[in-house]
């Protein structure tokens, strides 16, 4: 938006310049001029009430609203009105607002309703997040910490990632497109306006004029978006490298008086190394990162999102410090204080570990006998409760660790362990023994996000746990180990009876199913009569196999898994039909109907348990079910 005037030019709102009156974008910070005519008290689509202004982009206005029939607090985009006169323009929006509102990840801003108002304005309703911008953050602090910004752009990574999964290129990502929330195990930034800088596509080549009006933002501009090529995830890539260099240098890797020398300089000037223009703050693997990120060529750099995240959690596995977990300002000065408490209080438990280790064993071997299993090995190292001090394990190797003191009244201690995982994706064994007295709980963990993928918790008071067939992709993965939590009850703390993790790689064998075979895309192929056995191991998990050959009059065969009410689900790729068969009840197994495969690789089944079945809620670590395609009995 542009308000007022100047010698007859409006000036920009966003940064004051002056604009002649007939631009569309401003020729200095690239912001789109205009106005929406909204106004608090409004109400659009008949349910959403302006509360008021948050920001305004190149896009449109976000304005602060409330759903009037639930008095939900959400955000609204209204569109400008250039968009809206041209109606392949309303199509592209619609299909890319469906898109995104597709999009379901714990850093992406979530995508509720879209639409046309009555006065024909294009409008977007999406989650109301109450955060600082990443831009706001570097103009008040200037340059920061990479630890911090890895850990942020990590998480950001993971929702670029996402979106690419799902077909959908951010095409805008700026610092003012990621808001920063605080929570209570760090910064989480929000991702915001996904696939929408798309409805302004194509238009870099014929609007760069004299003035230095743009479209877009011309700081994170990819060299093909300046070019008008057609852009791939690698794009954002360029974007997220711009982003990670003004963090940690406190300004753009390329600037200029316009918008069209700062577009010259992205296509034709390499960008200065980020730690020859802040020495003192900018380590080495910064510059290696960023710079790959803002490589000119498109297949020099990490060619995806995926790949950049595991470069950075990498980066953050190995620096081995939490100070970059911290918030800005006085929640940065309380974490500090946290960690000499928890420094202190970690040796403490060591020197008193050091007498009451020997006793501690040999109650435990007598009682149980486990130990035997897992023999004795290296002891962790406390405190291990957050990813910045998350212990490495190695490949079959058994670490001896506590659940012991409490963190606070109500917080039971939590063990991190980190694993590195080399090549493709495979399956992996987790176990963990038993502790007396306690209902241990295991989780394979999202890294940054800390969110469980996969949980272990089925065994309980006094047993240990075992994730029996994970999948684990290349790269850092964490693993935490703490105790079930029950209401109205202390955490319980036992600084004398130890317990055991490990981590063991599966050998391929093909009487036993290798995950992830959770889709029928990654589907295991069975011979006709060739039995393989599966675990149900981990809640939710879903086994998918497809018959390796064409056949007429099929039958799918899945055994009983103890008392698990087992569900089959046949599909028929080449038809598009499918049957859910779930007959039997609890530990009887099921049978399908006769089949046709008319090709290999068509007649497939996905078997789960059933989620209504209490014990299908749980993993399965101990025991395995049959499955197999056979003949159709003759008549």
Not at 5 to 12: E, M, P, S, V
Not at 169 to 197: C, M, Q, S, Y
Not at 241 to 253: F, T
Request: charged residues 25%.
């Amino acid at each position: 938006m542009a308000s007022g005037t100047r010698d007859g030019r409006l000036c920009c709102d966003a940064c004051g310049a002056s604009t002649p009156v007939d631009a569309q974008f401003c020729g200095e910070c690239g912001e789109r001029v205009g106005s929406t005519g909204i106004r608090p008290g409004d109400v659009i689509a008949d349910r959403y009430r302006i509360v008021g202004e948050i920001g305004r982009g190149a896009m449109g206005v976000v304005y602060r609203a409330e759903h009037v029939q639930i008095s939900k607090v959400m955000a609204i985009k209204l569109l400008h009105r250039e968009v809206e006169d041209n109606p392949e323009n309303v199509a592209r929006f619609h299909r890319e607002a469906e898109a995104a509102s597709r999009l379901d990840h714990p850093n992406t801003v979530q995508v509720f309703d879209f639409g046309r108002t009555d006065a024909g304005s294009l409008y977007l309703t999406m989650e109301y997040v109450d955060g600082r911008d990443l831009g706001k953050i570097i103009s008040r602090e200037g340059p920061i910490p990479f630890g911090r910004v890895a850990y942020l752009c990590a998480q950001v990574a993971g929702s670029i990632a996402d979106a690419h999964a799902a077909g959908v290129i951010h095409r805008d990502l700026k610092p003012e497109n990621i808001v920063i929330t605080d929570g209570r195990d760090g910064e989480r930034p929000r991702v915001l306006d996904f696939g929408l800088a798309k409805l302004f596509e194509g238009k870099v080549g014929t609007q760069i004029t004299s003035s230095g009006t743009i479209v877009g933002t011309p700081y994170y501009m990819s060299p093909e978006q300046i070019q008008g090529h057609e852009l791939d995830p690698r794009s954002d890539i360029y974007a997220m490298g711009a982003i990670m260099y003004e963090c940690v240098v406190g300004a753009p890797p390329f600037d200029a008086p316009n918008a069209v020398g700062i577009l010259s300089k992205h296509l034709s000037e390499a960008a200065k190394a980020p730690s020859a223009r802040s020495p003192s703050s900018v380590p080495p693997e910064a510059d290696e990162i960023i710079l790959r990120c803002l490589d000119k060529d498109p297949e020099r750099r990490y060619q995806t999102a995926e790949a950049l995240r595991h470069a950075l959690i990498e980066y953050l596995t190995d620096v081995g410090s939490e100070d970059w977990k911290m918030s800005a300002g006085t929640s940065g000065a309380s974490n500090s204080g946290a960690r000499r408490v928890d420094d202190l209080d970690g040796l403490l438990r060591r020197r008193r570990r050091s007498w009451l280790w020997l006793v501690g064993v040999c109650l435990v071997a007598a009682a149980v006998g486990v130990w035997q299993a897992f023999g004795r090995g290296p002891s962790e190292h406390e405190p291990n409760h957050l990813l910045s001090e998350a212990n490495r394990l190695a490949p079959d190797e058994q670490m001896q660790a506590h659940l012991g003191k409490r963190l606070d009244e109500g917080n039971g201690d939590v063990d991190v362990f980190s694993i590195r995982h080399e090549g493709p994706e495979r399956a992996e064994a987790i176990e963990v023994s038993s502790i007396p007295n306690m209902d241990v709980v295991v989780e394979l963990l999202e890294p940054v996000v800390e969110e469980p993928i996969f949980v272990a918790d089925s065994r309980g008071l006094g047993q240990g746990e075992r994730l029996p067939n994970v999948p684990l992709p290349a790269g850092v993965s964490l693993i935490r180990i703490r105790e079930r939590s029950a209401e109205g009850r202390l955490p319980t703390e036992n600084v004398s009876d130890p317990y055991y993790v490990r981590w063991s790689p599966i050998p391929d064998d093909p009487g036993y199913e290798q995950e992830r075979n959770d889709t029928l895309e990654r589907a295991e192929r069975l011979a006709l009569g060739r039995e393989r056995r599966a675990w149900i191991g981990w809640p939710g998990d879903v086994d998918s196999f497809c018959l390796s050959e064409a056949a007429d009059s099929v039958i799918a065969q899945v055994s009983a898994l103890g008392e698990v009410d087992l569900v089959l689900r046949v599909v028929d790729r080449h038809s598009e039909r499918s049957k859910k068969v779930d007959h039997k009840g609890p530990g009887r197994g099921e049978t399908s109907d006769a089949w046709r495969s008319a090709e290999a690789g068509q007649l497939c089944i996905e078997v789960s348990a059933d989620p209504s079945d209490e014990r299908g809620r749980a993993a399965q670590p101990d025991a395995t079910y049959g499955v197999r395609f056979i003949r159709a009995p003759t008549p």
